[in-house]
């Protein structure tokens, strides 16, 4: 017994030691790269000193982070992508990472980038791994429509591509602006209650401080949960109770991804509501609204579709 | 190792004697009536007990009262919450006569109803029917339950096959073949879950369990499992009091062991994999349940399976009612109320006794 606890102690030192080693081995092999003085604050309040003002080979962590990278001309330069990348479709042919959360470590420094563009849920255990190997991460973090602009900025600031990040937000801006100038004179009682459903099984919504929320008040509609917080499950009886006027539910482009569009038409205890009688049912695209990337003012524009039809085309 | 006692000599408890046990069983049914009506009249939406009852006994036959209500409240009432709470106290009712019943032919405390596979099979086929096309799928319905019983019946029908020896079933053997196909299959499911890609949340949620989406297609499909196995298990039940004795001793009072384990084992096996395939996998209410009514009720299992049903429906239907009201409207998973209520009552029992039990 005391031999196998001692061969296990001498097998962790060991192992402790190699690693040691390697970390230092990172170290020097880096040294060469010439930093540039150039700092940013990216989205999780974390000062980032960019290796360069022009990268060339830069790797995104996340859907949304690719499509702000495509928006601004930066396609070409993306050298690494997610298993979950499928927008713009030219996207297909980069080579991927691994998955959202869980990107494979050595493939990112393999693949030898001058910048990683990364999500808050990288924060724990991705960003600092990659720092220790002396790569530039820059984090977006959006919770709202403005963090959304301000990320777009923030990439353009490290790319080296401020111009073009000035004209799509403000592309975007002015979007928004149409839609909410619609529906900002809106008295109460001419919103209808929206329930969004995210998950029919069981079944979930969207409160307080998502984007869900946010787009569906900006839309000029009222959402039922907006007195719960996050992505809450909700209990049938109490949409029942709400009566929504509305009812959006995701679905995706893809195969096995329009389970809650399924659920919103088919549910038969959901036959009394307003929504269903009047056959106002909506599908929405699960990969647009769940990116806060260029497409979330598609987004906005599809629920003011959804909410208040005779709006869409008024000027 | 079995103990070579007889089972009277195990019912000292408090209320052992044949004729409280009979008022208990009545009582307990009594309880159940008033469970269901009170979990039928609470929920995140406040609807008078009145009110209730009226939409109650308005769906009675000869009854007919003038309606007062909104038609949505009628809709919470009788298509939410009432096959919720049927459907709750049936999964109570067979995942604890089927724990009981596994304890009593392993003649092992910690034997539950999960023990030989069925939900590892449930999860791994309930995980094929979310990765299938959505296309073969009626909005999520039909095809993912019906894959889940089909991987419980044959999860066990493969640990069956693997622990027989010859034309016996040694206990033993099948717990260890249980629990090694249960260890390939649950990993076999980490597998698919990680590769699941944005399928992954639905998977999850299934996993976890829970009663948010009853409906009375489902109370129709699970009852008649329920019913029939529960049925069965209660008939044999002085067989399961022979086979607390040594195998060998019941072989020598003419009972043919081998052939009832196997019937056993199959009614307990089909009204477990019934109830996984629609709430999925309910933990700790097969363990507990059990043991808590044999504390109480003594080990005979004439008794104890029927008083076990009644109880598990209670049990299960009371923390369905706490898991969707304390948060409400938001619902907290059943598997963590089960725990939450069922561990330290359970170890009350334990401590209040201070004698071996089983």
């Known amino acids: 017994m005391k031999n196998t606890l001692k061969k296990i102690a001498i097998f962790c030192l060991a192992a402790a030691v190699f690693t040691g080693l390697l970390a230092s081995c990172g170290k020097t092999l880096e040294s060469t790269t010439a930093a540039s003085p150039t700092v940013i604050t990216d989205q999780l309040g974390r000062a980032v000193t960019l290796a360069t003002n022009a990268p060339q080979r830069i790797i995104s962590l996340a859907p949304s982070n690719t499509e702000i990278l495509f928006a601004l001309g930066l396609g070409d330069r993306v050298v690494g992508v997610t298993d979950f990348d499928n927008y713009p479709p030219e996207v297909k042919t980069k080579p991927s990472v691994g998955g959202y959360s869980t990107p494979n470590i050595e493939e990112v420094i393999a693949m030898n980038p001058d910048l990683v563009l990364a999500t808050e849920v990288h924060q724990a255990a991705v960003i600092p791994q990659l720092e220790s190997q002396r790569i530039t991460v820059v984090a977006l973090s959006p919770q709202t429509l403005d963090d959304v602009l301000a990320s777009i900025t923030l990439v353009g600031k490290a790319t080296g591509k401020v111009k073009e990040a000035v004209k799509l937000t403000a592309a975007m801006q002015q979007r928004i602006n149409s839609v909410t100038n619609k529906t900002g004179k809106l008295s109460p009682e001419m919103k209808p209650r929206v329930f969004y459903i995210i998950w029919n099984d069981p079944l979930m919504t969207a409160g307080a401080g998502t984007f869900i929320d946010e787009l569906i008040n900006k839309a000029g509609g009222i959402n039922i949960a907006g007195d719960l917080t996050s992505y809450p499950t909700i209990s049938l009886e109490n949409v029942l109770t709400a009566n929504p006027q509305v009812i959006i539910a995701g679905a995706g482009m893809g195969e096995g991804e329009d389970l809650p569009y399924q659920y919103a038409t088919t549910e038969s205890r959901l036959q009394g509501t307003d929504a269903r009688r009047n056959d106002r049912v909506y599908s929405v695209n699960t990969d647009i609204i769940g990116r806060p990337g260029p497409r979330i003012v598609d987004a906005l524009e599809d629920f003011l579709a959804d909410i208040h039809p005779e709006l869409r085309d008024q000027p | ?358």
């Open chain 2, 1 to 358: 190792m079995p103990r070579h006692i007889k089972p009277a000599e195990i019912a000292v408890t408090f209320l052992s004697g044949r004729r409280l046990r009979i008022y208990s069983l009545l009582g307990l049914a009594a309880a159940l009536v008033v469970v269901i009506a009170v979990a039928t009249s609470i929920g995140s939406v406040k609807i008078p007990l009145s009110t209730t009852f009226r939409i109650l006994l308005d769906r009675l036959p000869l009854v007919d009262i003038h309606q007062t209500w909104p038609s949505s409240i009628a809709t919470i009432i009788l298509e939410i919450r009432l096959p919720r709470v049927i459907l709750a106290g049936l999964v109570g009712a067979a995942l604890s006569i089927a724990g009981a019943t596994y304890q009593g032919l392993f003649r092992n405390p910690l034997a539950d109803p999960y023990l030989i596979g069925v939900a590892q099979g449930a999860s791994v086929g309930a995980i094929i029917g979310f990765l299938l096309p959505t296309a073969w799928n009626i909005a999520g319905f039909g095809l993912i339950p019906l894959l889940a019983f089909i991987g419980a019946i044959l999860a066990t029908v493969v640990v069956y096959l693997l622990a027989r020896v010859g034309k016996t079933l040694p206990v033993t053997t099948l717990i260890l073949s249980g629990v090694a196909l249960s260890a390939l299959l649950s990993s076999i499911a980490s597998y698919l879950i990680i590769s699941s890609g944005n399928k992954m949340h639905g998977i999850i949620f299934w996993l976890m369990g829970s009663f948010s989406m009853s409906r009375w297609s489902e109370v129709g499909i699970v009852l008649p499992y329920v019913a029939v196995g529960t049925a069965v298990i209660i008939v044999f039940a002085r067989l399961l009091n022979v086979m607390q004795l040594d195998e060998e001793q019941a072989q020598q009072l003419g009972v043919n062991v081998e052939r009832y384990k196997i019937l056993l084992l199959a009614a307990a096996t089909l009204i477990t994999a019934a109830s996984v395939s629609f709430v999925g996998t309910i933990g700790f209410v097969g363990i507990i349940i059990p043991h808590a009514v044999r504390l109480v009720w003594g080990a005979d299992h004439r008794f104890l399976l029927p008083l076990a049903v009644l109880t598990g429906a209670i049990f299960m239907i009371l923390t369905d009612l706490i898991s969707r009201t304390v948060l409400a409207p938001t619902e907290i998973p059943i598997g963590v109320i089960t725990a939450v209520c069922g561990a330290p009552f359970f170890l009350y029992l334990l401590r209040r006794r201070k004698k071996a039990i089983f």
